[in-house]
């Protein structure tokens, strides 16, 4: 199942996208987003999150 940011915590600080093995993140209008049609559940956004808003599902 992919991962998902949670816009309200998210700080943008942009930690997500440089550990993403295949850029399923990018940065839209100040926040990072997650495409789920090419995140492959890996997890290291998660683990490299500073405040916790990527979450699983």
């Given at each position: 199942?992919?991962?998902?940011?949670?816009?309200?915590?998210?700080?943008s600080?942009?930690s997500?996208?440089?550990?993403?093995?295949?850029?399923?993140?990018?940065?839209?209008?100040?926040?990072y987003?997650?495409?789920?049609?090419v995140?492959?559940?890996?997890?290291?956004?998660?683990?490299q999150?500073p405040?916790e808003?990527?979450e699983?599902?």
């Open positions: 199942m992919a991962y998902s940011i949670n816009s309200d915590v998210c700080v600080c942009g997500c996208a440089e550990q993403c093995p295949v850029e399923a993140i990018a940065e839209t209008d100040g926040k987003v997650i495409d789920a049609d995140c492959v559940s890996c997890g290291s956004c998660a683990e999150c405040v808003a990527i699983e599902g």
